[in-house]
């Protein structure tokens, strides 16, 4: 029976080839794009998953309660990770991670680079499983001097050449020498690194570490529990270590399941509040709509065809089918065609997955050894094919022998109702996704023009290392570079101008309440910093030269900073830091975004420290082309600083790559989108070929009677479009919804105008216009004849 109703199958859909061709294509075009949402949410949920003992591993997190409100920060004191291995149940090791903000120059022989070097815990190599190609873990990183390569940083530096035991030169003035080489890093795992240096080096070059409190929050640290039942005691301990080291304290650590850190890396009050999780909920439900319009359309198109089956199935039943054996046989044209349409799916996946890679930087790859790939494979196929073939098996197995026989066309009215529901569903998720995607546009192009509060072009950063840690270096330098009309003004700055920085708790004011935890960010600076990044001053002066104060008792805040301490009058203002008593307040700055657009500007304070700044921020000079300015600070830091191969960064780069989500998010909806509207203009055609063929011989009579074609026309049009209007009229509100609550998350949004839902329902109307038309101008055209020669 089997064999027979493939048979069937295959003479069916080769007979009709036109259909079957656009069938195959539009369940294609949805397999593939549900593939490939697939792919790349596995990709995010597999994050860190492919690590040995993933569910015994855990972060350690701290939470800081500010004014009521817990604020949860991935950094902890670093004397949390030694302390807890001795007193905390169930701890089997504990690792600290220095995060380093600037890569630094690793040299050999002639070749230097720059690369990013973690300082971690030798005990880090017994919690991550990474795989050795030289050296082991139980000896790599136990000597101060000693350094751990990835395969492709060895390959740099090193060539062919065996790298075990090989030395190379670390910041142009340490020698390490390479302990061991271990395998490149999947993409997908959080801590990335080119190199790990041991904690030892570490502490000679910071010595103030050995000596900081619990109150210093300064690394990040791994646990590894002896099993995964430890984790609820283990984690009450964590929870009261500092307060029994601090009875002060009103910080408190807590673990957090590594395998979970890049899904959920956003916390609110304490708790995880979502983060990386529910973008990747959003593309698995996008993965389900695009398939579910996918296979509405096959649904559309096979009872478009009624009438063409409607003569087998009175025949089939007259000659002893039961309605199950049709069901059958229609289901299995549906897997059947299912099956045909997930081949043309991969060939689309393969071609279009390098782009894919491209555009979110990742490494996603097919693999197909891997039995979950084709077990969901299998259910997606059988998935696909049952939820597209349920309906037109049920329908077309449903008619009467009799009545099909004699002529009757199948169960008219419910079955265009049903297949009209379809039609609506379909447009209500396409104009959903449409008027979703031009708020994410809108949004982004807002951040994008938002006035920042400084300049970010011309604006450039370099890491201070080599010879300009010497002031009278970096003062040459930046003279030089006037000198040579590269540069307008310079400064230092903490770190990187566009990534967070240091912040504290310890500052006091006049009229600071006893239970007041505000938290205020902190930056060193140096000479010249307001016209540099090209912000403004609300009140006061910057520091000068001119004023010896400046570099010991003189800070600067911004407006936030302001609104924070409740001052009035805020220059001249004294305000204590710790163990400096006396601070004048001497300048505030107006509030800029530099570290997260379209969030508001964190309260900051500003003080002159060039000797721990590391990064030099430059403003190059508008009057020259800036390829010119760049060549001359590249020539005249080759002079001074020969050794460290110069890395300029551009501040307006840096600021494009916070819209990175944004950004991905807005061509996926695209991209899905303009794929979902395609494929339900398939199902629109669907309907409009059945509508069509029930209509033939009253639009036969209409122009007999003297209708002309433009009446025929918009009486064809007007059906389909109120289940276009009816739509958009579903849509609206839920777009509105979805929308609102993703534009929640900023504190600079654009509102959300009448505009987007206007253009929605023009671009839907416009194209199922188009696509009725089609078929109806074919249908309006027809000879009268060739419908009523039979009556």
């Known amino acids: 029976m089997f064999k027979t109703n493939l048979k069937i199958a295959i003479r069916n859909l080769w007979k009709n080839k036109g259909f079957t061709l656009i069938n195959i294509g539009g369940l294609a075009i949805g397999l593939a794009c549900c593939l490939m949402l697939l792919l790349y949410v596995n990709y ?28 949860t920060t991935v950094a902890v004191p670093n004397k949390l ?54 050296g082991d873990a139980n000896q790599a990183l136990k000597e101060p001097n000693s350094i751990l390569l990835t395969a492709s940083t060895a390959k740099r530096l090193f060539g062919n050449e065996n790298p075990l035991g090989q030395t190379v030169k670390w910041d142009d003035r340490k020698l390490l020498k390479v302990a061991a080489v271990i395998e490149d890093l999947p993409k997908n795992q959080s801590f990335q690194f080119d190199a790990l240096q041991s904690w030892a080096l570490f502490e000679q070059e910071k010595p103030e570490e050995k000596e900081t409190n619990w109150g210093a929050i300064s690394c990040v640290t791994i646990i590894k529990l002896k099993d995964a ?73 096979s009872t478009a065809r009624s009438e063409k089956r409607a003569r087998e199935v009175g025949i089939r039943k007259a000659m002893g089918s039961t309605r199950f054996n049709l069901m059958g046989q229609f289901i299995l044209e549906s897997l059947f065609l299912s099956f045909l349409a997930l081949l043309l799916a991969f060939v689309l996946l393969e071609l279009s997955l390098p782009y894919f890679n491209n555009l979110l930087n990742i490494q996603i790859n097919i693999d197909y050894h891997s039995y979950p790939f084709w077990t969901t494979l299998l259910v997606l196929v059988l998935f696909t094919g049952l939820l597209a073939g349920s309906y037109p098996a049920f329908y077309l197995s449903s008619f009467s022998p009799i009545k099909v026989l004699k002529g009757f066309k199948g169960n008219s009215a419910n079955s265009l109702s049903i297949r009209k529901i379809l039609v609506v569903v379909q447009f209500s998720l396409s104009v959903c996704m449409i008027i979703c995607a031009i708020v994410i546009y809108s949004q982004i192009q807002f951040m994008k023009n938002k006035p920042l ?51 504290t708790g310890n500052i006091g004011w006049p009229g600071k309440a006893a239970n007041d ?56 203002t004294q305000i204590t830091w710790g163990d400096n008593p006396k601070l004048t307040i001497i300048g505030v700055v107006k509030d800029y975004a530099n570290e997260a657009i379209g969030s508001k500007s964190r309260p900051t304070l500003f003080y002159y420290g060039p000797a721990k700044s590391e990064v030099l921020l430059l403003r190059l000079n508008p009057a020259l082309p800036l390829n010119k300015s760049v060549a001359l600070v590249n020539k005249i830091s080759a002079q001074i600083n020969p050794a460290y191969p110069l890395a300029l960064k551009f501040t307006s780069q840096d600021m494009e790559k916070q819209l990175t989500t944004e950004k991905l998010l807005s061509v996926l909806s695209n991209i899905f989108g303009g794929f979902a509207i395609f494929i339900s203009c398939l199902g629109l055609l669907g309907l409009a070929l059945y509508m069509a063929e029930q209509r033939s011989k009253e639009i036969s009579i209409r122009k007999v009677l003297g209708a002309d074609l433009q009446n025929i026309l918009v009486l064809l049009n007007k059906d389909f479009m109120k289940l276009v209007f009816i739509s958009n009229i579903i849509a609206f509100p839920l777009a509105y919804i979805l929308a609102k609550n993703w534009l929640s998350k900023y504190d600079y949004k654009v509102e959300i105008s009448i505009w987007p839902f206007l253009i929605a329902a023009m671009i839907s109307l416009l194209i199922s216009i188009l696509t009725v038309s089609m078929q109806t101008f074919k249908v309006a055209k027809a000879n009268a004849i060739d419908a009523l020669k039979y009556e």
């Open 44 to 71: 995010e949920w597999t994050y860190d998953k492919q690590l040995k003992d993933i569910d015994r591993i855990y972060i350690t997190k701290l939470n800081l309660k500010i004014n009521g409100q817990l604020i």
């Open 229 to 301: 039942q430890h984790f609820a005691a283990a984690d009450a301990s964590m929870r009261k270590l500092i307060a029994a080291h601090d009875k002060d304290t009103d910080l408190e650590a807590f673990l957090f399941p590594y395998a979970k850190v890049r899904l959920y890396d956003e916390f609110s009050n304490g708790k995880p509040s979502g983060g990386k999780i529910d973008q990747v909920r959003l593309f698995l439900f996008l993965a389900f709509c695009v398939l579910l319009i996918a296979s509405i359309n096959y649904m559309n198109l």
């Open 517 to 572: 935890n505000s938290i205020i960010d902190y930056r060193s600076t140096g000479y010249d910093f307001i016209n540099t990044v090209g912000t403004r001053l609300i009140a006061g002066r910057e520091f000068s030269p001119k004023f010896l104060a400046d570099t010991a008792t003189s800070v600067m805040i911004n407006e936030r900073a302001v609104q924070t301490m409740g001052l009035k009058n805020p220059v001249g």
């Open 81 to 134: 990770a030694e302390t807890a291995v001795e007193t905390v149940p169930g701890v089997e090791q504990a690792a600290r991670v220095a995060m380093s903000t600037q890569d630094k120059l690793f040299s050999y022989r002639e070749n230097n680079n720059k690369l990013n070097g973690l300082f971690v815990d030798p005990s880090l190599l017994k919690i991550f499983d990474y795989k050795f190609i030289y």
């Open 453 to 503: 509060g400084f300049d970010s072009s011309n604006l450039v950063e370099l890491d201070i290392e080599g010879e300009w840690v010497k002031p009278a270096v970096i003062a040459r330098f930046k003279e030089e570079l006037k000198k040579a009309g590269a540069i307008v003004h310079a400064t230092e700055f903490a770190n990187s101008f566009t990534e967070g920085g240091s912040i």
